[in-house]
């Protein structure tokens, strides 16, 4: 085994694709490939599982990649240590549902990041894509929201790739509306006052279940619905249609400007935001920032307590 093997397993494992892995690294396709193979044989498991997608990572790849990142970074600490090197390119990487606080929470952590490089990468993505992302260690944490709903599935399959859900803050059910809409004096809403206006919502592509819903209430009837896969366009169709959506309450000035209405859903129901991560792989000094920069934020600026 050599370090370098070890860098290998790390790259592929970001970017989920032997090809895109080989450009990053620039080496050719077949010796990156031979690479892994070696280091397979010699440890006698699969790290990499591959299909006609790319490549993902086996049980025993999750495993071996949690250990092999604490090698690579001891080794990088005791180079730095007696070369007196400055320290390598900071590496983090984030997979979140569309919430404007895990975007300042990100921002807040790159004004902060002192080091000359790093390479850091925020995924706004759908909500199957999120608990993949973390256990193929795409990604370092996952954002995402459990409800009395879906908690069953979502922990389920939290489970069975061994990742776990760490509970951030419990908010209300709001509306988000532009401050043109015909409710926009409303001091609270019921459904019942918005079922005539366009119901927006973030299409879930191939997982398309009312569990991985980004939205509560996934399974309530709409006679007018239009799915979106952006943040940007959801925003344009509450002005344009005068559009709703359901969401945690918590808006950012700075990212949606100012004339987006939060307002109240009368429901008896939570919402519990929260952080995944996998049990087998350690944080990153990055990662753990991050982490802090979050709950700082919600804290001080939303006035949530952390759970």
Not at 36 to 47: C, N, Q, R, S
Not at 274 to 303: F, P
């Amino acid at each position: 085994m050599k370090l370098q093997q070890l860098r290998y397993i790390l790259e592929i494992a970001r970017s989920g694709s032997i090809n895109e892995a080989a450009k990053n690294l620039y080496i050719t396709q077949p010796s990156l490939s031979t690479a892994v193979k070696d280091l397979e044989a010699e440890f006698g498991i699969e790290i990499f599982v591959r299909t006609s997608k790319g490549v993902s990572l086996s049980a025993d790849g999750v495993e071996f990649l949690g250990y092999a990142k604490q090698v690579l970074d001891q080794a990088q600490l005791l180079e730095q240590h007696f070369s007196k090197k400055e320290p390598s390119k900071q590496l983090c990487s984030i997979s979140t549902q569309h919430y404007a606080f895990a975007v300042n929470a990100f921002v807040n952590l790159i004004k902060k990041n002192h080091t000359d490089e790093y390479e850091f990468t925020l995924r706004e993505t759908r909500t199957y894509d999120i608990i993949t992302d973390v256990a193929n260690l795409r990604s370092e944490v996952g954002i995402l929201y459990l409800t009395d709903f879906n908690q069953k599935v979502i922990l389920r399959l939290l489970k069975e790739h061994r990742l776990t859900f760490n509970p951030l803050f419990e908010a209300d059910p709001h509306v988000f509306i532009s401050t043109h809409h015909p409710l926009a004096a409303m001091k609270s809403l019921t459904l019942e006052d918005l079922e005539d206006f366009p119901y927006l919502s973030f299409e879930q592509g191939e997982y398309n279940s009312f569990y991985f819903s980004e939205e509560i209430l996934s399974t309530v009837y709409h006679k007018k619905s239009i799915h979106v896969s952006d943040r940007a366009t959801l925003f344009n169709l509450l002005h344009g249609l005068n559009g709703y959506t359901i969401s945690t309450g918590v808006l950012s000035t700075d990212l949606n400007g100012s004339d987006i209405l939060s307002i109240p859903l009368a429901v008896n129901e939570k919402i519990l935001i929260g952080w995944i991560t996998s049990q087998k792989a350690q944080l990153s000094v990055s990662a753990q920032n991050y982490i802090e920069a979050l709950k700082k934020l919600i804290q001080e600026e939303y006035g949530f307590k952390l759970k």
